[in-house]
Structures are given as structure tokens and as C-alpha cells.
């Protein structure tokens, strides 16, 4: 008995464990190649777009057209490019945007990355309602494209913490 435990324990730690999504990273560097690249085009995507005010570089990140998940009134519906530099601009002329990356997780041609918002209302933003805006949380999935391009977005904010133009809306979107 005493020898049957650990022979029993070592053959479960040895025996191979099956999972489709890590045998397919682990057999295949491409696929980790692509993974680490849309992570970096995600967090780029950030920092032109959203924590700078580089949003002509739009068209480097999104798809001619991709499809958004928000929260709001945006379930399922198909942009242009150009809307996620309306979107950005829009916040950037509201006041002094920036934003800080927590955290990425990415698994095959989707990122998830958690990061915060900050905003310091300017004339025009207080003329809308927005109030000062420090670290709120949000969470976007992209899934991107063969190309590295973002295709598909999630949102989902924290909205909660965000002021609320008069007659309800979404907060920041993009």
C-alpha cells in the first residue's frame, strides 16, 4: 500500500492532460506569435487612440469594418473604422483625457485588456455634464483578424462610476 500511493500519484502528475485550446498554442508558434502581437496592437491601440491624441493612426488597428458589444444601445452593430476615431476624438474634446493599462489576458485572436479612464472636463465637457473622471475600470475584448486587425469589441465599463449626460446614456464607448 505504502508503495501503491506514490506510484498512483506520479502517474497522475505525468499523465498528458487533453485540452484543444493549450495543445493547439503548444504545437503551434504561430499562434503564440499572433496572440503576443494582437496584445501589443491592443495596447497601441490605447495609447494612440485613447491615452494620446494619435487618432488619425485609427486605421492601423481596426478593420474597414467590425462589429461592437456594449453595454449601451451599441449590441451587435456594425461600424466603420472611422467611428473609434469619432469616439476618441469626441472624449479628447471634452476635457484631458488619459488612461493607464492594468492588466492584458489574451488566448488565440482575442485580448481582453482591463484599464482606467481618467478625464478632467474642460469648458465644453462641463457644457455637456461630464464631471471629473479618475480610474474608472474597463474592460474590452478585441478579436482580432489574420492581419491584426481589431474585428470585434466588447465593452464593458464600470458606468457606475461615470456621469451621466441629462436623460441617461452610455458613458464612454469605443
Do not use: C
Not at 506514490?6 to 499523465?15: E, Y
Not at 478579436?143 to 464593458?156: P, T
Amino acid at each position: 500500500m505504502r508503495l501503491l500511493l506514490p506510484a498512483l500519484a506520479l502517474a497522475v502528475l505525468t499523465t498528458p492532460i487533453y485540452s484543444p485550446a493549450l495543445g493547439q498554442q503548444l504545437n503551434n508558434p504561430a499562434a503564440d506569435d499572433h496572440t503576443e502581437r494582437n496584445k501589443r496592437l491592443a495596447a497601441a491601440f490605447y495609447e494612440n487612440l485613447w491615452f494620446s491624441k494619435n487618432t488619425d493612426t485609427f486605421n492601423e488597428y481596426v478593420a474597414q469594418e467590425y462589429v461592437v458589444h456594449d453595454v449601451g444601445e451599441r449590441k451587435n452593430v456594425t461600424e466603420k473604422a472611422i467611428a473609434q476615431k469619432e469616439i476618441a476624438d469626441l472624449f479628447h474634446s471634452l476635457g484631458e483625457m488619459s488612461g493607464e493599462i492594468d492588466y492584458q489576458i489574451a488566448e488565440g485572436d482575442k485580448v481582453a485588456t482591463r484599464w482606467f479612464i481618467s478625464l478632467t472636463p474642460n469648458e465644453n465637457g462641463r457644457a455637456m455634464g461630464m464631471t471629473r473622471v479618475e480610474r474608472v475600470p474597463i474592460i474590452n475584448v478585441f478579436r482580432f483578424d489574420a492581419d491584426g486587425k481589431i474585428v470585434e469589441i466588447w465593452n464593458h465599463r464600470h458606468d457606475v462610476d461615470l456621469p451621466q449626460p441629462s436623460g441617461g446614456g452610455n458613458g464612454p464607448a469605443n
